[in-house]
C-alpha cells in the first residue's frame, strides 16, 4: 500500500513520516513537498507537489493508494488548494484520503473551523473514502513561545479560564501515521486531543514551577491581544483567528474527552509537564 504525506517538510509532516517509516516499509511511503531539496533527509521517495499547482499533481499521485492531506499553513485561499489536491485525488483514483482537520470542525463557530469545514465537505462531495483527523490545539502554539514569556515575565492570551485539551505534534503525527497504514480507518471521523484539560493559567504555573520564576497568566481584552500579536508580526488576519480561538475556548470547542486520541496511540498523550520540558530544554 502506497502513502503520499502532503507537507512532509513541515513540522507535522515530519514527525509523521518518521513514525510511519516504522509501521510501513519506507519504500511504500512517498513525501509530496514543495521543495523535494527539503525531504532529501526523510529517507523517503519525494515527489514535487504545490497545492497551488494542480495541473502537476497528476504525476504525483500516480500509484498513491492513501493520500495525506496535511492541512495548508497558506491562508491565502486554503480551502481552494485543498479543492485541487482533492480533485487531483479523485482524478487518479486514490483509495483513501486522510485530512487533518480540526476538533468539532463540522459545528465549530470559531473561525479556524471555517476551511477545515469546508474542506471535509468538498472531501465528501468528492465521493472519496475517508478518514478525518479533528486535531485540537497544538501544545506547542503556546510551548513555543515561552522563551518571550519568560522573558517578559507573564503569558498572555485572552482565553480566560477556557479549557482546552491540547496534544504535541508528535501525538497528533504518531495518529496520523497509524490511521494512515491501516485501512481499517476508512470511513472514521476522530475527535482528537490531549488526556488532560487545561487553562492558560495551567500552563503558566508549569512554567514557573520548572523555572523557579513567577511566570503569571496575563489575560487581556481581545483588543489589546490582538495588538499585541500585530506588533510582533503577525498578520492582522491570522491575528484575528488567534484571539477568536481564545475567545471561544470557553466554549469547550477545542476541549475533547473522548479518550480518542490515547486509544490510537495506545498510551497516555504527551503531558504537559513533558511539553513544557522538552520546550525549555
Ligand atoms: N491545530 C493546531 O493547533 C494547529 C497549529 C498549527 C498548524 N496547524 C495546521 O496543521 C498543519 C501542519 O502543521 P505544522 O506545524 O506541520 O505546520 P508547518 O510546519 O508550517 O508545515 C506546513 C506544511 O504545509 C506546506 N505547505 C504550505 N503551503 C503549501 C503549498 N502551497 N503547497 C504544498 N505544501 C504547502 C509547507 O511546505 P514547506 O515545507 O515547503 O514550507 C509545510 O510542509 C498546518 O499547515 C496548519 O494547517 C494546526
Same mark, same amino acid.
Given at each position: 500500500?502506497?502513502?503520499?504525506?502532503?507537507?512532509?517538510?513541515?513540522?507535522?509532516?515530519?514527525?509523521?513520516?518518521?513514525?510511519?517509516?516504522?509501521?510501513?516499509?519506507?519504500?511504500?511511503?512517498?513525501?509530496?513537498?514543495?521543495?523535494?531539496?527539503?525531504?532529501?533527509?526523510?529517507?523517503?521517495?519525494?515527489?514535487?507537489?504545490?497545492?497551488? #499547482?494542480?495541473?502537476?499533481?497528476?504525476?504525483?499521485?500516480?500509484?498513491?493508494?492513501?493520500?495525506?492531506?496535511?492541512?495548508?499553513?497558506? @491562508?491565502?485561499?486554503?480551502?481552494?488548494?485543498?479543492?485541487?489536491?482533492?480533485?487531483?485525488?479523485?482524478?487518479?483514483?486514490?483509495?483513501?484520503?486522510?485530512?487533518?482537520?480540526?476538533?468539532?470542525?463540522?459545528?465549530?463557530?470559531?473561525?479556524?473551523? @471555517?476551511?477545515?469545514?469546508?474542506?471535509?465537505?468538498?472531501?465528501?462531495?468528492?465521493?472519496?473514502?475517508?478518514?478525518?483527523?479533528?486535531?485540537?490545539?497544538?501544545?506547542?502554539?503556546?510551548?513555543?513561545?515561552?522563551?518571550?514569556?519568560?522573558?517578559?515575565?507573564?503569558?498572555?492570551?485572552?482565553?480566560?479560564?477556557?479549557?482546552?485539551?491540547?496534544?504535541?505534534?508528535?501525538?497528533?503525527?504518531?495518529?496520523? #501515521?497509524?490511521?494512515?497504514?491501516?485501512?481499517?480507518?476508512?470511513?472514521?471521523?476522530?475527535?482528537?486531543?490531549?488526556?488532560?484539560?487545561?487553562?492558560?493559567?495551567?500552563?503558566?504555573?508549569?512554567?514557573?514551577?520548572?523555572?523557579?520564576?513567577?511566570?503569571?497568566?496575563?489575560?487581556?481584552?481581545?483588543?489589546?491581544?490582538?495588538?499585541?500579536?500585530?506588533? @510582533?508580526?503577525?498578520?492582522?488576519?491570522?491575528?484575528?483567528?488567534?484571539?477568536?480561538?481564545?475567545?471561544?475556548?470557553?466554549?469547550?470547542?477545542?476541549?475533547?474527552?473522548?479518550?480518542?486520541?490515547?486509544?490510537?496511540?495506545?498510551?497516555?498523550?504527551?503531558?504537559?509537564?513533558?511539553?513544557?520540558?522538552?520546550?525549555?530544554?
Amino acid at each position: 500500500m502506497t502513502i503520499a504525506i502532503t507537507g512532509a517538510t513541515g513540522q507535522l509532516g515530519r514527525l509523521a513520516i518518521a513514525h510511519l517509516k516504522t509501521l510501513t516499509d519506507p519504500a511504500q511511503i512517498i513525501a509530496l513537498v514543495r521543495d523535494p531539496a527539503k525531504a532529501a533527509d526523510l529517507g523517503v521517495a519525494a515527489r514535487a507537489f504545490d497545492y497551488t #499547482a494542480p495541473q502537476a499533481m497528476a504525476p504525483a499521485l500516480q500509484g498513491v493508494d492513501v493520500l495525506v492531506l496535511i492541512s495548508s499553513s497558506d @491562508f491565502n485561499d486554503r480551502v481552494g488548494q485543498h479543492r485541487n489536491v482533492i480533485a487531483a485525488a479523485k482524478a487518479a483514483g486514490v483509495g483513501r484520503i486522510v485530512y487533518t482537520s480540526i476538533q468539532q470542525a463540522d459545528r465549530s463557530p470559531m473561525l479556524i473551523a @471555517f476551511d477545515h469545514r469546508a474542506t471535509e465537505a468538498a472531501i465528501n462531495d468528492a465521493g472519496l473514502t475517508a478518514t478525518i483527523l479533528r486535531n485540537g490545539w497544538y501544545t506547542e502554539n503556546w510551548t513555543s513561545s515561552l522563551a518571550g514569556a519568560i522573558s517578559a515575565g507573564a503569558m498572555i492570551g485572552a482565553a480566560g479560564d477556557a479549557r482546552f485539551t491540547p496534544a504535541t505534534r508528535a501525538d497528533y503525527a504518531q495518529a496520523l #501515521a497509524v490511521v494512515a497504514a491501516d485501512d481499517a480507518h476508512a470511513g472514521q471521523v476522530y475527535e482528537l486531543g490531549g488526556d488532560t484539560a487545561i487553562t492558560l493559567a495551567d500552563i503558566a504555573a508549569e512554567v514557573s514551577r520548572q523555572t523557579g520564576k513567577d511566570i503569571p497568566y496575563n489575560d487581556l481584552p481581545a483588543d489589546v491581544y490582538q495588538g499585541i500579536l500585530e506588533s @510582533f508580526g503577525l498578520p492582522a488576519g491570522f491575528a484575528a483567528v488567534l484571539v477568536d480561538v481564545d475567545q471561544q475556548a470557553g466554549e469547550g470547542w477545542l476541549a475533547d474527552n473522548s479518550g480518542t486520541l490515547r486509544q490510537l496511540l495506545g498510551r497516555p498523550t504527551t503531558p504537559l509537564a513533558e511539553a513544557v520540558r522538552a520546550a525549555l530544554a
